[in-house]
């Protein structure tokens, strides 16, 4: 069974910054794509960032720029490092795993391809 457990959220600054862990298990990395996603209050759940099976990245064009994913396969982790945050930044962040293989190409943006989530992690950014 695939599960996935992120951490590091926490209360910072403007300006400052904070970097996610998201730890899968029951399933290799090599073969899966982990992608970011967050919720604000009152709003609906957003893609933040990706990283396909094979490494490629995306972004939201609102984090781009200041936030960078990456991923170590021997850890089976993920990593979301987040730099200049603002309050807008705010929200419940969430990994997600899609065990589909899509292609060669970026991973999927999409809410409904993730079929495994993990129970997110709080992110405050103070003014």
């Known amino acids: 069974q695939v599960q996935l457990a992120e951490s590091g959220g926490g209360l910072v600054q403007a300006g400052g910054s904070l970097r996610l862990s998201c730890v899968v298990s029951?399933?290799?990395?090599?073969?899966?794509?982990v992608g970011w996603f967050r919720q604000a209050p009152g709003k609906e759940r957003d893609f933040v960032a990706a990283i396909s099976w094979n490494g490629g990245t995306g972004y939201a064009d609102s984090v781009k720029g200041r936030f960078t994913i990456s991923r170590d396969n021997a850890k089976n982790s993920v990593y979301l490092q987040m730099n200049s945050l603002n309050p807008e930044d705010t929200a419940v962040y969430y990994c997600?795993?899609?065990?589909?293989?899509?292609?060669?190409?970026?991973?999927?943006?999409?809410?409904?391809?993730?079929?495994?989530w993990g129970q997110g992690t709080q992110v405050t950014v103070s003014s």
């Open positions: 997600a795993a899609d065990a589909i293989i899509r292609g060669f190409g970026p991973a999927s943006r999409l809410m409904h391809d993730y079929g495994y």
């Open positions: 029951g399933r290799t990395l090599s073969t899966t794509s």
